[in-house]
Structures are given as structure tokens and as C-alpha cells.
């Protein structure tokens, strides 16, 4: 079991940016995947990118495909999510996860066992 932490949300003018970590506890931390899912008020978890251990090879959601980078700093036990270009649509509060992930199930909520609490995204016109 990973403890995961998120911070860097806010609010933020159309077009800005934010970068969003999450601090993992224990030693494990390198030998999970990662995601980013997040939850706007009334709709469902939505994945947003996630990024594998060993290769790192990253995913993103259609939607923030061009905007965002996902990153990860092992040593440091950090997840990272840059984002650029935010949209208000980008406005949602913002999970971290980890877990261990297949190509045909990274963006589901399923296959990630631990989960932050959540940062929260205002991106305003």
C-alpha cells in the first residue's frame, strides 16, 4: 500500500497553467503505476493520463492529449502533471493513483488500489 498526497491545484485564467504533484509514502513507490483520473461536480471519474513503472510509457485522454504531461521522479517518490493550455472544462478536482495496469485497463478506476485525496482545478473564462 502506497500513501499518495496531491497539491498544486487552484484556480487559474483560461489559457494558464498549473503543475500538479503527488507525494507518495514508502518504499514501493517505484514499483506501481501511476495515474491521473479527475471528477467534475456531477459527472463521473474520468481518466486523465497515467504512466507506467519500467518503460514509463505514458497515456494520455483524448481531451488533454497535447496540453498535459504526465512525469514521475522515483527517487523523489513524486507524480507530477503539467498542464497547459487549461479550458474551463478542465475544471474538476484531481486524483492521484497507484496501481499495477495493463494497455487494456490504464484508464479505468479498476486496477488502482490506492488513491489520494484530491486537489481541486479552477480554470475560469
Known amino acids: 500500500q502506497v500513501m499518495l498526497v496531491e497539491s498544486g491545484g487552484g484556480s487559474v485564467q483560461a489559457g494558464g497553467s498549473l503543475r500538479l504533484s503527488c507525494a507518495g509514502s514508502?518504499?514501493?513507490?517505484?514499483?506501481?503505476?501511476l495515474g491521473w483520473f479527475r471528477q467534475a461536480p456531477g459527472k463521473d471519474l474520468e481518466f486523465v493520463s497515467a504512466?507506467?513503472?519500467?518503460?514509463?510509457?505514458?497515456y494520455y485522454a483524448d481531451s488533454v492529449a497535447g496540453r498535459f504531461m504526465i512525469s514521475r521522479d522515483n527517487a523523489k517518490n513524486m507524480l507530477y502533471l503539467r498542464m497547459n493550455s487549461l479550458k474551463p472544462e478542465d475544471t474538476a478536482v484531481y486524483y492521484c493513483?497507484?496501481?499495477?495496469?495493463?494497455?487494456?485497463?490504464?484508464?479505468?478506476?479498476?486496477?488502482?488500489?490506492?488513491w489520494g485525496q484530491g486537489t481541486q482545478v479552477t480554470v475560469f473564462s
Open positions: 504512466i507506467r513503472i519500467g518503460t514509463y510509457e505514458r
Open positions: 514508502g518504499r514501493t513507490f517505484s514499483s506501481y503505476d
Open positions: 493513483a497507484a496501481g499495477a495496469v495493463t494497455d487494456s485497463n490504464y484508464d479505468t478506476a479498476l486496477p488502482y488500489n490506492d
